[in-house]
């Protein structure tokens, strides 16, 4: 199968690429199907793409490359959801939000997206926790 991305050109994909997001993701309810693509030349971040709308495509990139503790826990309505019975299963992302000033691109560490990649699922869930930031800088000052 082909998507036809506006800003990514063609994207070929199978049936076994097609994550579905039952609830949809916070902003695009109507949305349940995307397929998750790395960017040539680039092993941080990542795209979450809607199938269903050309337009609507999510940078992605692991909350581990912003902050190396980073960990949820996922309570057991989640884990039956998305069906997860091995943490081996499981990927993390959080948003990007793009700026051309590099150090004003954040990345949401409240709202993680967790797929199960062995059930082909996912889930954005908001965190209830302080330490987490919506905007959070992604650029780390070494």
């Not at 092993?43 to 337009?55: D, K, P, R, Y």
């Amino acid at each position: 199968m082909k998507l036809y991305s506006k800003y990514h050109g063609i994207k070929e994909y199978t049936e076994e690429d097609i994550i579905t997001f039952e609830k949809g993701i916070p902003g695009f309810k109507d949305l349940k199907t995307f397929i998750l693509f790395p960017f040539e030349e680039n092993n941080v971040f990542s795209m979450l793409h809607s199938i269903e709308n050309s337009e609507i495509g999510l940078f992605v990139v692991s909350p581990f490359y912003v902050m190396k503790d980073y960990e949820i826990n996922l309570d057991d309505n989640t884990k039956q959801t998305l069906k997860i019975e091995s943490e081996a299963d499981v990927l993390i992302f959080s948003t990007v939000c793009v700026n051309n000033d590099l150090n004003k691109i954040t990345t949401n560490l409240k709202a993680p997206i967790v797929i199960n990649i062995k059930e082909h699922l996912g889930e954005q869930l908001i965190l209830d926790d302080e330490k987490y930031l919506i905007k959070q800088p992604l650029l780390r000052e070494e």
